[in-house]
């Protein structure tokens, strides 16, 4: 069997194993991040987890812990099709994990199974900025080009391309969609709280 093969099944194994420790009772209810590499959905994730009392999960750093490698060591080495495998299993397992927010891997909307999981899985926020400020944002993160493949060539115009290529796919799967610019991750989490209606724990 391919070397590759044998990898996708290890680390589905291993995703399994990690990830089905803790069930909910139901799947419903989850708070999914979904958009472009530097709109934010890591750290806003923590915000909205602080503010909620919740659990949250980050399914990016979830396949690099079960994997052992950086996701641009994945790529590198084994090619963006099987980041991707791990990347549905992720997801799927993610479902299942008594975390309540999710934060998810830019290219999760690629796959349609991906898309049709997160229309059944609680309400998906599509955060957006503009090109140029995700271009600093990266920029400004000394992890971007350790963690992070280049999928194009790089740069501003590789947003630009990829923006262009997901934009109607990250469209289809927001129930509610949070412009970033000149926003702190605070700002982004309470107008999500807002948009949903959602108490934090202090107000409860």
């Given at each position: 069997m391919?070397a590759?093969?044998?990898?996708a ?17 139901s ?12 709109t ?16 949250h999960?980050d399914?990016?750093?979830?396949i690099?812990?079960v ?5 641009a ?13 791990l990347?549905t299993?992720?997801?799927c ?19 349609e199974?991906n ?12 955060l ?9 944002r ?17 740069g501003?115009?590789e ?13 289809q ?8 610019e ?6 982004v989490?309470?107008?999500?709280l807002?948009?949903c ?8």
């Open positions: 391919h590759l093969t044998w990898l099944i290890f680390c589905s194994l291993r995703l399994e194993q990690l990830f089905n420790m803790h069930t909910p009772s799947q419903s209810g989850k708070l999914l991040l979904i958009g472009y590499r530097g934010g959905k890591t750290v806003v994730a923590e915000q909205l987890a602080e503010r909620l009392g919740e659990k999960i399914t990016d750093r979830d690099e812990t994997a052992g490698r950086t996701i060591r994945i790529f590198s080495e084994s090619g963006e099709e099987e980041f991707r495998s990347e299993e992720a997801l397992a993610a479902l299942k994990r008594d975390g309540r927010i999710l934060a998810l891997g830019g290219g999760v909307v690629l796959r199974e898309r049709s999981m997160l229309k059944n899985a609680g309400t998906t926020v599509l957006q900025a503009a090109p140029e400020t995700i271009f600093a990266l920029a400004g993160d000394p992890t971007t080009e350790e963690h992070r493949p280049n999928l194009t060539g790089g501003l115009e947003i630009v391309e990829v923006l262009e290529i997901r934009r109607e796919l990250y469209r799967c927001a129930d509610l969609i949070v412009d970033t000149d926003k702190t991750p605070a700002q989490a309470d107008e999500i807002a948009k209606r959602l108490k934090t724990q202090d107000e409860e």
